[in-house]
């Protein structure tokens, strides 16, 4: 059973940064491609950013230049570096592990919150 934990939300500013972290158990770690997924008040799951296992990443346009998403994979971790907030990245943000056999998982979701 694979097991995903995030951490790192919270309350920041306008303009400020966070560091979400995202604790994978399981085996093959450095295989599985993982990401970050965020839904907000009212609206749809929406896609922030996927990393493979080669370190090929993808963002969603909303995003691209403000954040990064990085694994190190001695640690079973995923990370997602958030810069230059904005009001409009509140929401949940979600960690997700998939697999080549299709299955998928998600975390229990961390909220982050961009208000002055």
């Known amino acids: 059973q694979v097991q995903l934990v995030e951490s790192g939300g919270g309350l920041v500013q306008p303009g400020g940064s966070l560091r979400l972290s995202c604790a994978a158990s399981?085996?093959?770690?450095?295989?599985?491609?993982m990401g970050w997924y965020r839904q907000a008040p009212g609206k749809q799951r929406e896609m922030v950013a996927i990393?493979?296992?080669?370190?090929?990443?993808n963002y969603g346009d909303s995003v691209k230049g403000r954040f990064t998403i990085s694994r190190d994979n001695a640690k079973n971790t995923v990370y997602l570096q958030m810069n230059l907030l904005k009001p409009e990245d509140t929401a949940v943000y979600y960690c997700?592990?998939?697999?080549?056999?299709?299955?998928?998982?998600w975390g229990q979701g961390t909220q982050v919150t961009v208000s002055s």
């Open positions: 997700g592990q998939w697999r080549t056999s299709g299955s998928s998982y």
């Open positions: 399981g085996s093959f770690f450095s295989i599985r491609t």
């Open positions: 990393i493979t296992s080669s370190g090929s990443t």
